[in-house]
């Protein structure tokens, strides 16, 4: 099975800053990787997909990069509704599909 | 518009039976494969099962396997989910999900999610 382990736990940041989420895979997963955003009481919105592609009405201040075991979400300007948490999930090796345990992106 | 609608959640007794449904409206059903994702109280996501896009096919989380079945009714636009045998540690919110498309194939991540059915096992 395919641990996904992401940090930080929890992110603490300002409107207007910019987030650097990380999630680091315990083998190679090439580039199959989707970030998701929930927000309470929500379900996840897919936000990228393929480690890159940001999925449809995403807006472009969301990116994601890397491939084989380590992968960042970069929000660029952080906007009051961008406070939520953030969850990496793997495809490449299922089943299981597995998600990583999720980073809590919180108003400084 | 696609749109995923659950149903079936509740309250049930450890060991005693649930199923859940999810209707689909927006999308041609028969063509997608279908998930199963839950999230206990405060916790993460956990994927649960999956199904195939004409059902021939199921493939399940160890925590769930033999103890839950996945289906699809294409006719009817619903996916279902065959709770047994159940524990408290059941006790989440199940989102059933539709799988993406990379370049028009089917790829397993989860690009439509329905609003979620709460799930509680007590005594």
């Known amino acids: 099975e395919i641990v996904l382990t992401q940090s930080p736990a929890t992110l603490s940041l300002s409107p207007g800053e910019r987030a650097t989420l990380s999630c680091r895979a315990s083998?190679?997963?090439?580039?199959?990787l989707a970030w998701y955003q929930q927000k309470p009481g929500q379900a996840p919105r897919l936000l990228i997909y393929?480690?890159?592609n940001r999925a449809t009405g995403i807006p472009a201040r969301f990116s994601g990069s890397g491939s084989g075991t380590d992968f960042t979400l970069t929000i660029s300007s952080l906007e009051p509704g961008d406070f939520a948490v953030y969850y990496c999930?793997?495809?490449?090796?299922?089943?299981?599909?597995?998600f990583g345990q999720g980073t809590r992106l919180e108003i400084k | 518009q696609v749109q995923l609608v659950e149903s079936g959640g509740g309250v049930v007794q450890p060991g005693r039976s649930l199923r859940l449904s999810c209707a689909a409206s927006?999308?041609?059903?028969s063509n997608w494969p279908m998930h199963w994702v839950r999230q206990a109280p405060g916790k993460g996501l956990e994927?649960?099962?999956?199904?195939?896009?004409?059902?021939?096919?199921?493939h399940y989380a160890d925590s769930v396997k033999g103890r839950f079945t996945i289906s699809r009714d294409i006719s009817k636009r619903t996916l279902y989910l065959q709770l047994n045998s159940l524990r408290a540690e059941d006790t989440a919110v199940y989102y059933c999900?539709?799988?993406?498309?990379?370049?028009?194939?089917?790829?397993?991540?989860?690009?439509?999610w329905g609003q979620g059915a709460l799930v509680t096992v007590s005594s």
């Open positions: 999900a539709r799988s993406g498309l990379v370049r028009g194939v089917n790829a397993y991540h989860f690009d439509y």
């Open positions: 927006g999308f041609t059903f």
């Open positions: 994927w649960v099962a999956v199904i195939s896009s004409d059902g021939s096919t199921e």
């Open positions: 083998q190679s997963i090439s580039s199959y």
């Open positions: 393929d480690a890159s």
């Open positions: 999930q793997q495809r490449s090796h299922w089943p299981p599909i597995t």
